[in-house]
């Protein structure tokens, strides 16, 4: 069961990949969502407000200590101590604000309270001091939940046809050192690039940014809460700007730029890894429907990160089914659905590091089997130009 199994593909969608999968089956299950939802406990889908925040306060308290130690101690230690101590804390910051970017991604689901607008202003906060327009992705993170696997509709990580690979991608990828060059650059610069010009997201008939209210991304009713994002980001730079000139901009790098750094690839590499395996499909309009797009993604396995995120990482299906269920019952319910799904549910184990390279050198384009006429609007990835 699951993505890990390395078997029964066609000889077409084996070829050019060095490592087969058992490919998720594409057809209409044989369940409904009803039908998992009767599976799952019923308090799975009960949000506590007072157990939401003790999350936010667990993880803001973390990164106050960590904040305090280093600011306090670091410059006391013998040199060259401090050259050790300093990716050490980014690290750490690192991968504990990743877990605040979780839970305002989780107000953004509407899956921290029963109240919208306590969710909306935890999450306008904490995506804030994080510089994300928490609004503008917010909405554009719903479309996606509403049309993923769809090729044409889907909003991020939208894979491309064989055809629409550019030339020099398609010499980068083909290679070891041209393949770590597109990585670091993902990692880095991906996601603001995403926010700033819609790079890896869905093609629009005009330019596309999360932060102009008037662009395609968004509707005329939500405008006016783009603008409320816009000015949280204004404030946001502008508190940052004082700090760079009250410390310097180097000590602002350190403290809170670097962790950022790594928040945001961290952000990349679950959002990636999510969503591009050679086990999962993709749809065109022929096939797509809600139901099995929600179904076409992968749980993934971070380890003692999985906590840390809040298991962002490894329960990624259920949440896919039921967006508004908090994180602290998603690997329960994942538990309780798993014998419903079968081999619709994707789990693969490959430690983080070892996955996003495989799959980078794996996954380059989508294209339909030749040797199925079928299924012509079942899509697969491949990596044979």
């Not at 077409?12 to 044989?30: I, L």
């Not at 410059?75 to 605040?100: E, K, M, N, R, S």
């Not at 041209?178 to 690039?193: E, Y």
Request: hydrophobic letters at 40%; charged letters at 15%.
């Amino acid at each position: 069961m699951g993505a890990r199994g390395r078997s029964n593909l066609p000889a077409a969608a084996m070829e050019g990949n060095e490592f087969p999968v058992r490919r998720a089956p594409h057809s209409k299950p044989p369940f409904t969502l009803r039908q998992i939802k009767r599976a799952i406990p019923p308090h799975c889908f009960q949000r506590s407000l007072l157990r939401s925040v003790s999350y936010v306060i667990s993880d803001l308290s973390f990164a106050s200590l960590f904040y305090w130690i280093t600011s306090t101690y670091l410059d006391t230690l013998p040199h060259p101590l401090p050259y050790l101590a300093w990716p050490i804390y980014w690290v750490l910051q690192g991968c504990i604000l990743t877990g605040v970017w979780v839970i305002a991604h989780e107000c953004g689901h509407h899956a921290f309270s029963d109240y919208q607008w306590v969710d909306d202003t935890v999450g306008l906060a904490l995506h804030t001091f994080l510089l994300v327009p928490y609004f503008s992705w917010k909405y554009s993170h719903r479309r996606h939940h509403a049309n993923t696997g769809s090729l044409e509709c889907d909003e991020v990580f939208v894979p491309k046809t064989k055809a629409k690979i550019p030339w020099y991608a398609k010499c980068l990828n083909n290679n070891t050192v041209g393949r770590l060059i597109t990585l670091m650059i993902t990692l880095t610069l991906g996601w603001p690039f995403y926010l700033l010009f819609n790079v890896s997201g869905r093609p629009y008939d005009r330019f596309a940014c999360h932060f102009d209210p008037y662009g395609p991304i968004f509707s005329s009713r939500e405008r006016l809460q783009i603008y409320l994002s816009d000015v949280g980001m204004l404030a946001a730079l502008y508190f940052l700007y004082l700090v760079a000139s009250a410390k310097g901009l180097a000590w602002l790098m350190c403290i809170y730029g670097i962790p950022l750094l790594i928040v945001n690839g961290f952000l990349v590499t679950i959002t990636y890894l999510q969503h591009t395996h050679l086990a999962l499909p993709h749809y065109n309009s022929l096939e797509w429907d809600w139901f099995r797009g929600a179904l076409a993604t992968v749980d993934r396995d971070y380890g003692l990160l999985n906590k840390v995120f809040h298991n962002i990482t490894d329960t990624h299906v259920v949440h896919h089914l039921f967006t508004t269920m908090p994180h602290y019952h998603a690997m329960e319910a994942t538990k309780a659905l798993r014998p419903i799904l079968g081999d619709y549910y994707q789990f693969d184990g490959t430690p983080f590091y070892k996955a996003i390279w495989r799959e980078a050198k794996e996954c380059l384009y989508v294209a339909q089997d030749q040797d199925a006429p079928d299924n012509k609007g079942v899509f697969w990835y491949h990596n044979r130009f």
